[in-house]
């Protein structure tokens, strides 16, 4: 099956840094979401996004599907940014996402 | 309703006990997925239904494990001779159809003891 892996593990910001975050994906995938969960367990839909780059707000992400990555960019990090930032992209029959162990996200004031 | 709804949001459970957790998708959706999420790691599928039926079960781990939506609605997922090792939480998701944006509940914590 498709493997899934993020990096970095862990980030430390300070408010107003910016980030990028990065999955490798080993396998084609016909589609990829990026997720937050935040401290109460909450998966938060971020982007839903197969190839190209899409924007919302301080956050934007692009998947290169033919070279199997994606990057989640986070610009002038809040708090309420602090997390686990998961990348899943979908098995070929679209049956499962696939997630890798995370970013775990911490914004200080 | 307005998203994907689980009950009950806490369980705890003697082992050797048998559970279920719901699941009420968001309407409209047809297709439904089950995840585990233990901690430190990222969520576990465990299987999917595309109506009522169970397309894909690749993921349960045992035959402890099953879960029906007769309906092609709510879903439960059952978990006979519980263990403490079954200790997590298990999520839900839906969406349209396979392979499109897939959202989630918030989740049912179980704790085997």
């Known amino acids: 099956g498709i493997q899934v892996e993020q990096s970095p593990p862990d980030l430390i910001l300070q408010e107003g840094a910016n980030s990028t975050l990065r999955c490798n994906f080993s396998d084609s995938v016909n589609n990829l979401q990026w997720f937050h969960q935040n401290p109460w367990g909450q998966l938060i839909n971020l982007f839903y996004?197969?190839?190209g780059t899409k924007q919302n707000g301080r956050l934007s992400a692009t998947t290169v599907a033919t070279e199997r990555y994606s990057l989640l960019y986070i610009s002038s990090s809040q708090t309420t940014d602090s997390g686990v930032y998961f990348c899943?992209?979908?098995?070929?029959?679209?049956?499962?996402?696939?997630f890798g162990k995370g970013t775990t996200l911490s914004v200080s004031s | 309703g307005a998203g994907v709804s689980q009950t009950p949001s806490n369980k705890v459970t003697e082992k050797g006990k048998y559970v279920e957790l719901r699941c009420d998708p968001i309407s409209g959706h047809t297709a439904l997925y089950w995840y585990r999420q233990s901690l430190g790691q990222g969520p576990e599928f465990l299987i999917y239904f595309q109506g009522t039926g169970a397309a894909d079960d690749s993921g349960l781990p045992n035959d402890r494990f099953f879960a029906v939506r007769p309906e092609g609605s709510v879903s439960t997922l059952k978990i006979q001779r519980t263990e403490r090792g079954d200790s997590a939480v298990y999520l839900c998701?839906?969406?349209?159809?396979?392979?499109?944006?897939?959202?989630f509940g918030q989740g049912t914590r179980l704790t085997v003891v």
């Open positions: 899943a992209p979908s098995n070929q029959a679209g049956t499962a996402l696939i």
């Open positions: 996004i197969p190839s």
């Open positions: 998701a839906s969406s349209y159809g396979p392979g499109t944006e897939a959202f």
